[in-house]
């Protein structure tokens, strides 16, 4: 089974690419993350948590799961900042996310550092936008080469006196403890012979070095060694790493939000894909800039967008619909229900900044960067933004050659320099009782025409919140996102609970979310929260 042939919504449950569609740790919410490794083999895993705006980066790091392991995590705020901590034993690089834990940061959307990635000036490095968003979680490499140091490794390169063991052989747990997280950690260095690669090189459109932009790490398999490394000569491919995926869907994850203040807690589901990136090795070193990969659109390969409408063709929808609530009919007692609608995929079509790397749109990654060789250039930069002395002057538009597909989102996220790429909707409420009311986008009219006040509802965000109700423009949200749309039921008079469906105009657009029900009585100790996935027209 190819990737190009097999990109869909799992029916099983599990999946190699998998999408939590909300994390947040705002008023009091902590985010909770299940992963299960499935296979008999040794997986890599890339964990990233992607900013709910714009969808930049804010943490990413690698996981080796041992066959059957299982990894856990607790997002909780610390110092204003997400802080994803965990007491399990299972190995990441970097090392330090397993012994003491990280925190988000803002570096890719914001002037820090010798480098701006900035993508608008109003938000740029705002630790609000840290605080809430969604994770993706992708298998980029597998390995049965995990209970002997030798005799694997021996057969693979057809040479005697290998003497270390593979990556997953170090991750694999023997009596609850892998071998050597911090021999796992080193094997995901870029090797040796490659110097590092800084913001200056994107600026400058040096190409990504490595194997396919990858940094050859010992962690991947298949590149020829540049020294000798554990018996094995210089010019051998690679033995040690981890080789290309081969299972369709390995990894079952669970994630639950929590709130112990208000004793609200409950799992959210998860989106998880079937057939991401079968016959592809997506390995990379976890350094700069490499570990930008591999991303959810990079199953055809690293640093490259070619399959991203096969991935969207399977998870697209063209409706969402799900309950609404805001329940005051008890003295006391309160009812809430609010949507998270997340669009895992958008970030490549509306985030276009030719020479910023953290960019989803870029140079690199849109033109490609095969075997370590970017194709494209910088375009014209785009009016608004004002170059600022560090480097990359941003943004600027990509070349005409190099391909961004806005299709079928309809406004860039750069445009305007307002931090939004708005997607406008037409949607319908029910009570309970079949009465219905429909709002539609803004339309033109005849002349002449009485004037009126127009309500346009847009979703202008990667992971959005929806507060829902007859006061849904006064309320606060439940899940305490500072940038949720209201969308206001008083065209049904006494109505408090019913559901409602959101109809995308124009297009189908690759979605996941929930419906998360709160039921407040005023005692955190029989309080509680629910959650349901949306049903979708795909």
Known sequence: MSPASAQTVSTTGTGSAVVIPYYTVNDGWETLVNVTNTSDKSLAVKFRMHESRNSRDVLDFNLALSPFDVWTATIRIKDGRPFLSTADNSCTSPDSVRTAGLSANEVAYSDAGAATFRDHDATKGSVERLRDGYITLLVMGEDDRVDDVNTTLVDSVGVAGVTRGSTAYYAKHVNGQPRDCAQVDRDFQRASNIPSFTANDAVNGVAIPGVNGSGNPLARAGWPLNTAVGGVAAGTNNPFGYGPVTAAAQLKVNA???????????????????????????????????????????????????????????????????????????????????????????????????????????????????????????????????????????????AAGVVCPLAPFTEKFQDGNDGVSNIELEYTFYDREERSAVAAPDTTVPSPFPPGVIDSDNLSFEANVIKIGPNARSKASVLGSPNALALSTSDLPGAETGWLRIDFTGAAYPVAGFMLKTRDFGDATVNFAQAAEHAYTR
């Open 256 to 398: 639950s939000l929590i709130k112990t203040s208000k004793g609200f807690g409950t799992s959210i589901p998860a989106l998880s894909v079937t057939g991401y990136a079968v016959g592809q090795n997506l390995v990379t070193a976890q350094q700069f800039p490499y570990f930008l990969e591999p991303a959810i659109a990079s199953s055809a390969g690293l640093w490259t967008t070619t399959n991203l409408g096969v991935l969207e063709a399977g998870i697209a929808a063209n409706s969402v619909a799900n309950e609404w609530a805001e329940n005051r009919t008890e003295p006391g007692v309160t009812s809430d229900a609010e949507w998270v609608v997340t669009f895992p995929t958008k970030r490549y079509h509306v985030d276009e900044d030719a020479r910023n790397i953290q960019s989803a749109c870029n140079q690199y990654r849109n033109s490609t960067s095969a075997a370590g060789v970017a194709n494209g250039a910088a375009g014209v930069p785009y009016a608004g933004f004002t170059p600022i002395a560090k480097l990359p002057a941003q943004p600027e538009q990509l």
